[in-house]
């Protein structure tokens, strides 16, 4: 079996992942695709030509697999010219929306399955969400996020959230309440949480610190053996005991979780990952492979032992 899959907004960054990991699925073609820049020019490193991101033409594509990787906004108008395809939107526009099935493997991996209309988690929701579910039975109150991004997770238009002159020497807060991923996030493990994102001076990657009030004291070990127990058989979520570095999460496929400092009230742990890979395409992938039936960890690259970290 071969799926095609057609990819609107194949030029921006999480585009650019998606069809270099296409490009090494065994079961997976990618026969369209459509950006807003360099029309009837070949997709780089392709001979697919790019057509117009118009609806009516992505909807006349004879595929099996529509990704829409466009800003938030602009999902709704393609996903109502799209009955047959399976879809997988990797904006935020139907992360809450009940008829479409919540895509983070680790924790919807039954729903995903099968499904044909599948809404891809944020980048900060998903190092979120698997950051604090082992500890949901030992939440005392509100969990507390700090976040720092790269700045490819601004996206390609032109913001001073994106740009590295402005975030030379130089660290962004933005969002201080109210973050669409914090609300996603909370929506999600139906539990309130305060986040707060930044932005940094580098391309690729998120690094966040989770402060967990504790209902009950925990030793660091026991908080540990917590996690490594629930993602034991998880192959894209890595735990161990020093704390993950962002550098190192920069091009891999995984999630890494380490740190798991206690006091008497509080436990912290800190989570990274790629947020162009994980926090998106890669992800995406897992939940197509779902989607068709196929081995959920097909076409996604296997990363090298994670080293590079500090106790």
């Not at 490594?228 to 999460?249: F, K, M, N, S, T």
């Not at 206690?262 to 995406?284: E, F, I, M």
Request: charged residues 15%; neutral net charge; contains cysteine.
């Amino acid at each position: 079996m071969t799926a095609s899959v057609g990819l609107v907004g194949a030029r921006g960054h999480v585009g650019a992942e998606l069809v270099r990991l296409l490009a090494g699925h065994p079961q997976l073609r990618l026969a369209h695709a459509a950006s807003r820049q360099d029309l009837g020019r070949p997709l780089p490193g392709s001979d697919i030509v790019l057509e117009d991101m118009s609806p009516e033409t992505v909807a006349s594509w004879p595929v099996d697999v529509v990704i829409l990787a466009l800003p938030n906004g602009h999902a709704p108008a393609y996903a109502a010219t799209l009955p047959r395809p399976i879809v997988i939107d990797l904006s935020a526009d139907h992360r809450f929306d009940p008829a479409w099935v919540y895509g983070l493997p680790e924790r919807n991996r039954a729903r995903i399955a099968g499904a044909r209309r599948i809404a891809n988690p944020g980048c900060y929701a998903t190092g979120i969400q698997l950051g604090l579910g082992p500890a949901l039975p030992l939440l005392a109150g509100p969990p507390m996020v700090f976040g720092v991004s790269g700045y490819s997770g601004a996206g390609t238009t032109p913001s001073p959230r994106n740009d590295p002159a402005r975030l030379r020497d130089n660290l962004l807060p933005y969002a201080l309440t109210g973050h669409l991923h914090e609300r996603e996030a909370s929506h999600q493990l139906r539990r309130p949480l305060h986040f707060v994102p930044h932005v940094a001076a580098w391309f690729r990657g998120i690094s966040l610190t989770i402060t967990v009030p504790l209902i009950r004291p925990i030793s660091a070990a026991d908080l540990f053996a917590r996690y490594r127990d629930a993602y034991a058989d998880e192959p894209l979520v890595h735990v161990g005991a020093a704390i993950p570095e962002v550098q190192a999460a920069a091009g891999r496929h995984d999630l890494a979780i380490g740190g798991f400092a206690v006091d008497d009230r509080h436990a912290v742990l800190v989570v990274t990952l790629d947020n162009l890979l994980k926090g998106a395409a890669s992800q995406a992938l897992q939940n197509i492979n779902l989607a068709l039936g196929l081995p959920e960890r097909l076409g996604v690259p296997h990363d090298p032992p994670l080293s590079s970290a500090v106790g």
